[in-house]
């Protein structure tokens, strides 16, 4: 087990509505990372946060956003659903500033776009 | 851009086989490369990860060879299991600022009994 935890495990949302996702990172980690997986394709990087503050952004649009929380739990929220949205959310946590970190993931939210 | 390409896309090995994926990466800023295995319905496990300034990395079966001059890397998978099969992704990495990992496509791997 990674420690971290994430929720819904399943989820099947409308196309323009909204959803957000939830991530527990593993104890004592300070930094939080969200992937987008598509089907049959390697996880994308969304975003990172370290220490609640926004810390690099892959090629993802705005409606895709998130929060860290002072106890380092994370939300990933997207807006104006589309159907290529339909892919498995993981959430990874790390502790930055260690060289040879590990970077642990959740076991993902599948997110279905209808 | 692709930063990691991976290979092959599948591979079918015989139980007790030895599996080989390979890795090329493009970006030399990258200095930390781990592999994960990923089952279905699963997120990602770390499997095992090495670093540009050490040439191979050995944890029981699974096997990573580096060649920083080439920018390639493998993983090599000995004696392999049925309970290997599974989705395997390089990845590449800076450390350091946003630490954002670069996956390459995945190989499945799927080890006949």
């Known amino acids: 087990e990674t420690g971290v935890t994430q929720s819904p495990t399943h989820l099947i949302k409308t196309r323009g509505q909204q959803v957000t996702l939830r991530c527990s990172s593993q104890s004592g980690h300070n930094t939080v990372s969200w992937y987008q997986q598509a089907l049959g394709q390697g996880p994308q990087f969304i975003f990172q946060?370290?220490?609640?503050?926004?810390?690099g952004r892959g090629n993802f649009p705005p409606r895709f956003s998130g929060l860290q929380f002072p106890n380092y739990s994370s939300e990933l929220n997207v807006n104006a659903l589309e159907l290529d949205d339909s892919a498995l959310y993981l959430c990874?946590?790390?502790?930055?500033?260690?060289?040879?970190?590990?970077?642990?993931f959740g076991e993902g939210s599948w997110l279905t776009v209808v | 851009q692709q930063q990691v390409k991976q290979s092959p896309q599948s591979l079918i090995v015989q139980k007790g086989g030895i599996s080989i994926i390979n890795c090329a990466y493009e970006n030399t800023a990258f200095d930390y490369f781990p592999w994960y295995q990923q089952f279905p319905g699963k997120g990602p496990a770390l499997l095992i990860a090495i670093r540009p300034d050490v040439s191979e990395k050995k944890e029981g079966r699974f096997t990573i060879s580096f060649n920083k001059s080439a920018k390639q890397f493998s993983l090599h998978i000995m004696d392999s299991q049925p309970g290997d099969s599974a989705t395997y992704f390089c990845a590449a990495v800076t450390q350091g600022g946003s630490e954002k990992l670069v996956f390459g496509k995945g190989t499945k791997l799927t080890v006949n009994p």
């Open positions: 990874a946590s790390s502790l930055a500033g260690v060289f040879g970190n590990t970077i642990y």
């Open positions: 946060y370290y220490r609640e503050e926004e810390n």
